[in-house]
T-cell receptor, first 114, second 111 residues
Framework: AQSVTQLDSHVSVSEGTPVLLRCNYS??????LFWYVQHPNKGLQLLLK??????LVKGINGFEAEFKKSETSFHLTKPSAHMSDAAEYFC????????????FGTGTRLQVFP | GAGVSQSPSNKVTEKGKDVELRCDPI?????LYWYRQRLGQGLEFLIY????????KSGLPSDRFSAERTGESVSTLTIQRTQQEDSAVYLC?????????FGPGTRLTVL
């Protein structure tokens, strides 16, 4: 069965410093992986997705993630945090049974300090 | 263009009452999903529609929960005899080409 584990429930960084949000996945076959962001009182927004093409995936707002099969990881990074990046981030795997239903991690809350 | 919309945005109800939540997907999206997000947690899958049929209802937590979809568009999620543990944000998503687009959700509070 597919699952994702987000290793940190909270991450705090200073504005202008790098961001690293960690995610490990479990899948019996080649997964489709996503990162979604949820700002307070707003809907979920897709940041980026991996679907077995390039292992380094670039998303919106300067975020990127690297698919590492040997480590079963899909960590999200950004070189320089901005105040507007403060939000909840979810690592997500798609169940490859034809339904494409999504399995969400428990989320990482990113705080950005000035 | 219009995204996924949900109504109501907020619903407060008393324990034991029935509630109905509505989702309007993006026009032309044949796949529709319902998820539940409890406070401070990730989303839990509830049910998946392909067109008007629901081939995967595996996430519905009990027989008090049901959903239907008509005309490959609007879907309603019904919760009968609501309990306090049903309090959550209920999110709907519709899908095209391996990407799900989420609505803003309905926040349900059961007193």
């Amino acid at each position: 069965a597919q699952s994702v584990t987000q290793l940190d429930s909270h991450v705090s960084v200073s504005e202008g410093t790098p961001v690293l949000l960690r995610c490990n996945y479990s899948s019996s076959y080649s997964p489709s992986l996503f990162w979604y962001v949820q700002h307070p009182n707003k809907g979920l927004q897709l940041l980026l997705k991996y679907t077995s093409a390039a292992t380094l995936v670039k998303g919106i707002n300067g975020f990127e993630a690297e698919f590492k099969k040997s480590e079963t990881s899909f960590h999200l990074t950004k070189p320089s945090a901005h105040m507007s990046d403060a939000a909840e981030y979810f690592c997500v795997v798609s169940v490859g049974d034809g339904t494409d239903k999504l399995i969400f991690g428990t989320g990482t809350r990113l705080q950005v300090f000035p | 263009g219009a995204g996924v919309s949900q109504s109501p945005s907020n619903k407060v109800t008393e324990k034991g009452k029935d509630v109905e939540l509505r989702c309007d997907p993006i026009s032309g999206h044949t796949a529709l999903y319902w998820y539940r997000q409890r406070l401070g947690q990730g989303l839990e899958f509830l049910i998946y529609f392909q067109g008007n049929s629901a081939p995967d209802k595996s996430g519905l937590p009990s027989d008090r929960f049901s959903a239907e979809r008509t005309g490959e568009s609007v879907s309603t999620l019904t919760i009968q005899r609501t309990q306090q543990e049903d309090s959550a944000v209920y999110l709907c998503a519709s899908s095209s080409v391996n990407e799900q687009f989420f609505g803003p959700g309905t926040r349900l509070t059961v007193l």
